[in-house]
């Protein structure tokens, strides 16, 4: 399943509006999309997504706070089955019991969310793997304290810029990858050096051949200089032909 986070084009949508944006991608062939601040942003999106047909299986929302029951309730709303905090700040990673508390986090937000049929995750960056917690990264150290309705939409580009291995990483997180976030850029790269996938140095061939089968592909260009829904367009154009390949082999 390919999909966009709508962040990525959040510029275009303040200029063009939601319906032009959604039209535009349903016309590139997209049928899913990931939502962000979907508690505050459904009621926009939603006639667009009706009218088109596009789906929302993956959502983004703050699941910490008094933001938490809003964001489980509107990812219902909306359809979705797995539900993403967007990121949680470097200092929360630094603090001596900072692995410990983000993990209440997600426990707190799986319990509103079961029973509504969702999982939910969190899109990690680079500090939640630069950390390390007895000598492993910290997103992995989470991992193996929370249940298994929680996740991780994992970012092979900001585990690159971490300097971590990314596929050993895939690897240790085993089957807590439930989603990926794809973008590309040089391999030691800054985040204003985002390009369209397939546009930079990442391994897509190899990371995609260890990630679940059944993760979303959720193109992500969270940080990209430039036209951005070209830079979508083509990202999901490179997608579809590696997965061919993939299925080739």
């Given at each position: 399943m390919i999909s966009?986070?709508?962040?990525?084009?959040?510029?275009?949508i303040d200029?063009?509006?939601w319906d032009a944006v959604i039209d535009r991608l349903a016309d590139a062939g997209f049928t899913h999309v990931e939502p962000f601040h979907i508690s505050r942003t459904l009621p926009a999106l939603a006639p667009a997504l009706a009218r088109t047909g596009i789906t929302t299986p993956t959502v983004h929302g703050e699941l910490v706070g008094d933001e938490l029951p809003r964001t489980i309730a509107a990812a219902a709303e909306a359809g979705a089955t797995l539900v993403m905090h967007p990121s949680?700040?470097?200092e929360r990673w630094h603090a001596p019991d900072g692995v410990r508390r983000?993990?209440?986090?997600?426990?707190?937000?799986?319990?509103l969310a079961a029973p509504l049929g969702m999982r939910v995750a969190f899109h990690n960056h680079d500090d939640d793997l630069r950390v390390t917690v007895e000598g492993r990264p910290a997103l992995v150290a989470l991992m193996e304290r929370v249940g298994p309705s929680i996740g991780v939409e994992f970012d092979p580009y900001w585990?690159?810029?971490?300097?971590?291995d990314v596929p050993s990483t895939i690897g240790a997180l085993g089957d807590k990858v439930f989603a990926v976030h794809l973008k590309d850029g040089p391999l030691d790269g800054a985040n204003e050096d985002q390009v369209a996938v397939g546009d930079g140095q990442l391994d897509w061939p190899g990371f995609l051949s260890l990630v679940p089968p059944t993760a979303p592909l959720v193109i992500?260009?969270?940080?990209f200089r430039g036209p951005t829904l070209d830079a979508v367009i083509r990202s999901r154009a490179r997608l579809?032909?590696?997965l061919a390949e993939r299925g080739a082999r």
């Open positions: 966009v986070q709508l962040w990525s084009v959040r510029e275009e200029e063009l509006g949680f700040p470097a983000i993990a209440d986090d997600l426990e707190r937000a799986a319990q585990a690159t810029i971490a300097g971590v992500g260009l969270d940080e579809v032909e590696l």
